[in-house]
């Protein structure tokens, strides 16, 4: 608190001075606006539905992507909307190195965990060591540790690798996303993962391109379910929660 008064910050989203907010960069007010995100979903991949009634008559209808694409992975939440605050708060954690974020993240997470959520390890989404080497940490890492407290289960952060240093998926059509993670990650100790049920930890999630190979290097090694937590999700701008 000492070092804010000798150097004044702003919130990052509204520019407002801090005082004794107590989430770092950011006001009590932008950091109340993030809200999980509520009402009808995939039963899959919980990805919101438009229409209020999409789940009315037939209860187990997925999105398009799920039905579609045959994703690995049996279930993925990812409670949050990518947008600011939340989105301006993982752009400091991330690509900043705002490392102070992580306890209040990891909260957020942890607030929202599904109340039925049962796995045996959690696995960050792993980093290519030439991208750790210049970020200095894994965002995911950091995330599952944090979790993995609150629910007393392991983090296994070495036996899930990337052995190829891929482009970032964001700017990639799908087809390109798809080519761009073939052989990209592989399994050290096959024998630790056999019968286990994995849960997949990343910061955001986009297309699940990433998170569904991963789950079927994991399935393939032995994995019993691979299931994915993340923190934020892309959606349309009408999904997001009113302020």
């Known amino acids: 608190q000492a070092s804010r008064l000798l150097l004044p910050m702003d919130c990052t989203t509204c520019e407002r001075p801090l005082t004794d907010d107590p989430v770092p960069f950011f006001c009590r007010r932008c950091w109340g606006l993030i809200r999980p995100l509520r009402g009808p979903s995939c039963p899959r991949c919980h990805r919101p539905f438009a229409s209020p009634s999409a789940l009315s008559h037939s209860p187990t209808h997925e999105c398009h992507d799920c039905r579609t ?5 049996s279930q993925v939440w990812a409670p949050y909307a990518y947008c600011s605050p939340l989105q301006d708060a993982l752009a400091l954690f991330k690509y900043r190195g705002k490392v102070a974020l992580a306890d209040a993240l990891g909260t957020l997470l942890i607030t929202a965990l599904p109340a039925h959520l049962d796995v045996d390890v959690l696995m960050p989404i ?44 964001i700017s990639l059509p799908r087809a390109a996303r798809l080519q761009n993670l073939r052989k990209a990650f592989a399994i050290r100790a096959p024998q630790e993962v056999a019968g286990a049920r994995i849960l997949l930890v990343d910061d955001v999630f986009t297309t699940g391109t990433t998170a ?14 691979v299931t994915v937590l993340a923190l934020a999700r892309s959606v349309d701008a009408a999904m997001v929660p009113d302020t």
Do not use: W
């Open 126 to 169: 792993p980093l290519h060591p030439n991208r750790l080497r210049q970020r200095e940490f894994n965002q995911s890492l950091l995330l599952a540790d944090r979790v993995g407290h609150a629910l007393g289960r392991p983090v296994s952060a070495r036996n899930l690798i990337r052995t190829v240093d891929t482009d970032p998926q």
């Open 212 to 225: 569904s190979e991963c789950a079927r290097v994991l399935l393939q090694a032995g994995a019993k379910q």
């Open 69 to 73: 694409r045959h994703p690995h992975y």
